[in-house]
């Protein structure tokens, strides 16, 4: 089974209206869960994190995410969406093993219309 | 602060020629790690540094290799270059290197394509 895995590998949404992005992770990886957004021809840049403590983390650019134990989630949502917000994201954890070493999903496109 | 940086952004290989890509990790930052980036196989670790030691390895063969020099910097070499190792490949840094604390700063990719 997959460490991680973003199950959505497309999203299309219209401006302004709200988006969840879906991510489950496995035991074989910590539950030190990120959300990285890559736009085009650029590299990867940090949304949020969830290390411990409120399972609801806040990001940059209005996401955010709820890291939920018992069905081993951890979704990234807007409730408004810009045409900016176009761009692939991906769901990662840390390990397994130790160091700095990150678990990717496969990642999810969101397209965001007019 | 200057963020992470890779050069050469971009490259063109020939099958069995060996390349080196150079990344510059942001000032102060100790631990440097490489991934690979294809449209089959998504994101993949390939290894990461700390403190010019190679503290984890994933799952490529010998023909990828890295180092990292004493000011952080580190530079990944692949030998034997096949059509399947075309890709982006992009370096991240972080402070300490501990992964649960520190947020890794991703650099704008290398993108090598093998002809």
């Known amino acids: 089974a997959q460490s991680v895995t973003q199950l959505d590998s497309q999203v299309p949404v219209f401006e302004e209206a709200p988006v969840e992005l879906r991510c489950n992770y496995s035991?074989?990886?910590?539950?030190?869960l990120f959300w990285y957004v890559q736009y085009p021809n650029q590299g990867l840049q940090l949304l949020l994190k969830?290390?411990?403590?409120?399972?609801l983390v806040k990001g940059i650019n209005g996401f955010e995410a709820e890291f939920n134990k018992s069905q081993t989630s951890f979704h990234l949502r807007k409730p408004s969406v810009h045409i900016s917000d176009t761009a692939e994201y991906f769901c990662?954890?840390?390990?397994?093993?130790?160091?700095?070493?990150?678990?990717f999903g496969t990642g999810t496109q969101l397209k965001v219309e007019l | 602060k200057a963020g992470v940086t890779q050069t050469p952004r971009y490259l063109i290989k020939t099958r069995g020629q060996q390349v080196t890509l150079s990344c510059s990790p942001i000032?102060?930052?100790?631990?440097v790690s490489w991934y690979q980036q294809t449209p089959g196989q998504g994101l993949q670790f390939l290894f990461e540094?700390?403190?010019?030691?190679?503290?984890n390895k994933g799952n490529f063969p010998g023909r990828f290799s890295g180092r990292q020099f004493s000011n952080s910097r580190s530079e990944m070499n692949v030998s034997t270059l096949e059509l399947g190792d075309s890709a982006l490949y992009l370096c991240?840094?972080?402070?300490?290197?501990?992964?649960?604390?520190?947020?890794?700063?991703f650099g704008p990719g290398t993108r090598l394509t093998v002809l």
């Open positions: 991240a840094s972080s402070l300490s290197g501990t992964g649960s604390t520190d947020t890794q700063y």
């Open positions: 035991s074989s990886v910590s539950v030190y």
């Open positions: 969830y290390l411990s403590g409120s399972t």
């Open positions: 990662a954890a840390l390990g397994p093993g130790g160091g700095n070493k990150l678990t």
């Open positions: 000032s102060g930052h100790r631990s």
């Open positions: 540094y700390f403190s010019e030691t190679q503290r």
